[in-house]
């Protein structure tokens, strides 16, 4: 979690942190922000050439590699897998936990799937649970590109919590 940012991340941009831990003390590091979905740190290029000659795009993914995201509300987290990563029928996978990493069973869960820059319509269904803590639904995401993923979790009878966060869809 990031503490005291006084504007958002830009793509590209090199972010330096600090990382506390309660063993280990503090840690200087820096991270590069990418843009949504990119598939983590970028691989190092066995080369002889100099550094600066090297490649410096992260590695294609492998046709349908799943898409991982992780949601950060105030009272719900949810950990979220598609798959496969790309266009036409889908799986989400849903795991949840309250807001100190505790795993959290909920009443109910439905997750909306929408993409309005192409003109397709909200499509909504209800997950099935396939654990205590953990859901699943089955959709079709009828494009690739940037689209929004929103959970409406049930957590009582009249209690209800809604997050949402981009996906990338290949």
């Given at each position: 979690?990031?503490?005291?940012?006084?504007?958002?991340f830009e793509e590209g941009q090199r972010v330096p942190v600090s990382l506390n831990f309660e063993r280990a003390g503090r840690i200087e590091a820096s991270f590069d922000v990418g843009s949504v979905g990119d598939k983590g740190?970028?691989?190092?290029?066995?080369?002889?050439?100099?550094?600066?000659a090297q490649a410096s795009s992260p590695p294609l993914a492998a046709a349908g590699e799943?898409?991982?995201?992780h949601i950060c509300g105030t009272r719900v987290?949810?950990?979220?897998?598609?798959?496969?990563?790309?266009?036409?029928?889908?799986?989400?996978?849903?795991?949840?936990?309250?807001g100190d990493e505790r795993p959290l069973t909920v009443d109910a869960l439905s997750v909306t799937l929408s993409n309005p820059d192409k003109g397709i319509a909200p499509v909504t269904a209800t997950a099935e649970r396939v654990a205590a803590d953990s859901w699943r639904v089955r959709l079709t995401a009828a494009a690739s590109g940037k689209?929004?993923?929103?959970?409406?979790?049930d957590l009582?009878?009249?209690?209800?919590?809604?997050?949402?966060?981009?996906?990338?869809?290949?």
């Open positions: 979690m990031f503490i005291g940012l006084t504007a958002p740190p970028r691989q190092q290029i066995a080369s002889t050439a100099p550094v600066a799943p898409f991982f995201t987290m949810a950990d979220i897998t598609v798959s496969p990563g790309r266009s036409g029928p889908i799986e989400v996978l849903v795991k949840l936990e309250d689209w929004s993923l929103s959970l409406g979790i009582a009878k009249n209690d209800r919590v809604d997050i949402a966060a981009p996906i990338l869809i290949e």
